[in-house]
């Protein structure tokens, strides 16, 4: 392929890249009346880029010569003001060994998720069960007309849960998902943790009263804070879109409490970062980009054309879905960072207000304005905890929320998902401690 690269230099590219993709793809799904299998398969081929005339030209192909160098040069069309950061030439392989590696066949794991499906229909209520199993074994390598030779082989594998119940005229619904790349999850993780949670956010559902809309000292759990760093703040911090949005004329300035720092790493070690990007789809070593160090918004996650634009040091945030789509500025696993507070403790301090665990669905505006689900849920009254919640969701706007920020806890974690932007999905990581803090939560009237 180095051919290629020669060839697009020849031709007059100042730059070009060439990214090889090879997926080996699985997944199972068992419900309450069907197993299938939706996926099992291998994707692979490749990306070329130049940069040609001040402009980026592309070319996707699974086989192909030096005709598809002519592809991406005559697709160069543009303004003529990209720039781009150079890197040094640079050779590596990173390779992430699995600590719980498949042994079983497809239909072992099917059995395995049947027993699964079984124990949660053994409560009479529940009317559905939905239970995902996915394994995706990456293998990328990267080249480009700088020297840079980047060979990444990981996996990621998943178990997704969601369950149906009913009681009387009441519905209720629950969700687990649980990522890693450490292997095949039901070993990674424990099943009787995902059955019992799933069956106490049923109940909860079931027998939980409906809030009082307005706003309230609130505790919101790590998954929860995990969603809101990336969707209200993360988002607003790439620098594709920080340079028109709020954060742009922030910087350097105070946005939250000197207790409050958030950042986007290529790594953390914890079982569900999936994040992981030790070096991205630009070749790029991923780094730690701190969105906000002690309540100061500090710095944007960047690909190599911002890097320039914003004279940043490279960041490593260029990814893309698969070979046939461009690299776009995407977040890897954005988190807060813990404080000093135990969680009792910032329970104790709140005299009314609600306890929050695990988003579902929600969605986030260019102003900073956001609304998220919540799937669990509890009251807190003259700091014990009370009743479960049903029907649960909470607003507001990004810098509001990040300055009404009173306490932040000792307890950490980190929980996985996968983000869209640009018609793409990427695998991610949120995570957070839990969070005292003023905001509105939506009920009854």
């Not at 990336?230 to 607003?236: T, W």
């Not at 911002?306 to 004279?311: I, K, V, W």
């Not at 695998?427 to 905001?439: E, L, N, R, S």
Request: aromatic letters at 10%; proline letters at 4%; charged letters at 25%.
């Amino acid at each position: 392929m180095h051919e290629l690269l020669t060839e697009a230099e020849r031709e007059g590219a100042s730059f070009a890249d060439l990214r090889y993709y090879k997926v080996k793809e699985v997944s199972l799904v068992v419900s309450e009346s069907r197993k299938y299998v939706p996926v099992n398969g291998v994707e692979e081929g490749y990306s070329l880029r130049v940069l040609y005339n001040g402009n980026w030209g592309y070319s996707s192909f699974v086989s192909g010569g030096k005709e598809m160098v002519k592809s991406a040069i005559d697709s160069a069309i543009g303004d003529s003001r990209v720039n781009i950061v150079f890197l040094p030439s640079k050779k590596d392989e990173v390779k992430v060994k699995e600590r719980e590696p498949l042994t079983k066949s497809i239909e072992e794991v099917a059995k395995d998720l049947s027993m699964l499906k079984d124990e949660l229909m053994r409560d009479q209520r529940v009317k559905s069960v939905n239970v995902r199993y996915y394994n995706d074994v990456f293998h990328k390598e990267y080249f480009s007309s700088e020297g840079r030779e980047i060979l990444q082989e990981y996996s990621l594998s998943g178990i997704y849960v969601t369950v149906i119940a009913r009681e009387a005229d009441r519905v209720a619904s629950a969700f687990i998902g649980k990522s890693t790349v450490l292997g095949y999850p039901l070993e990674v993780f424990d099943v009787n943790e995902i059955i019992s949670t799933i069956r106490r956010r049923i109940e909860n559902q079931l027998k939980g009263v409906i809030p009082k809309a307005g706003t309230y000292e609130t505790v919101l759990a790590p998954d929860v804070v995990g969603v809101f760093s990336h969707e209200a703040l993360g988002h607003l911090a790439e620098a594709d879109l920080a340079t028109n949005g709020i954060l742009e004329s922030l910087k350097g300035k105070r946005i939250a409490p000197e207790f409050v720092s958030v950042s986007d790493s290529p790594s953390l070690p914890y079982d569900m970062a999936i994040g992981i990007t030790p070096y991205d789809d630009e070749g790029v070593e991923g780094r730690e980009v701190k969105i906000i160090e002690k309540g100061v918004v500090k710095e944007f996650m960047t690909d190599r054309y911002y890097s320039a634009y914003l004279g940043q040091k490279p960041t490593g945030n260029a990814r893309a879905e698969s070979f046939r789509m461009p690299v776009l500025i995407r977040m890897r696993n954005t988190f807060m960072y813990p404080g000093d507070w135990k969680l009792d403790e910032m329970i104790k301090e709140v005299k009314e207000g609600y306890l929050l665990f695990s988003p579902l669905g929600g969605q986030t505006s260019p102003d900073g304005s956001f609304q998220f689900g919540i799937q669990e849920g509890y009251r807190i009254e003259k700091g014990e905890v009370k009743e479960p919640l049903r029907n649960v969701g909470i607003s507001g706007y990004t810098l509001e929320t990040l300055n009404n920020i009173s306490a932040v806890s000792k307890e950490f974690d980190v929980w996985p998902g996968f983000c869209g932007k640009g018609g793409q999905s990427v695998p991610v990581g949120t995570g957070g401690p839990y969070i005292k803090v003023k905001v509105k939560v939506g009920g009854v009237a």
